[in-house]
């Protein structure tokens, strides 16, 4: 058997391994969250960035469609050339 001081050393021993242990289970705990929050937050990221692109490609399509519409106005607008008369000799 333990003498009174060993078995309260002991007690003080083990109880400060609960304490360690629960303290180190809240931090992986915590570090689970971030990792969660980090991860859901690069999705938002790619998701958004993705979008973007998206947009972009297709403002840069409807931008070219628009040039080509109004050159082919301009082209149509424009009257035809005319050829010179010939003239009388005389």
């Known amino acids: 058997m333990l003498r009174p ?3 309260k050393a002991e007690e003080a021993r083990k109880k400060a391994r609960e304490l360690f242990t629960r303290d180190r289970a809240k931090e992986e705990e915590v570090v ?3 990792e969660k929050a980090f991860a859901a ?3 938002k ?8 692109l998206a947009r972009d490609a297709a403002e840069e ?4 469609e628009a040039q080509t519409v109004k050159a082919a106005t301009a082209a149509a607008a424009k009257p035809a050339a005319r050829k010179p ?3 009388k000799a005389g």
């Open 85 to 87: 008369k010939a003239r």
């Open 61 to 64: 399509t409807a931008a070219r």
């Open 41 to 43: 937050q690069s999705q």
């Open 32 to 34: 689970k969250e971030r």
């Open 45 to 52: 990221t790619a998701k958004l960035k993705a979008m973007r």
């Open 5 to 7: 001081t060993e078995a």
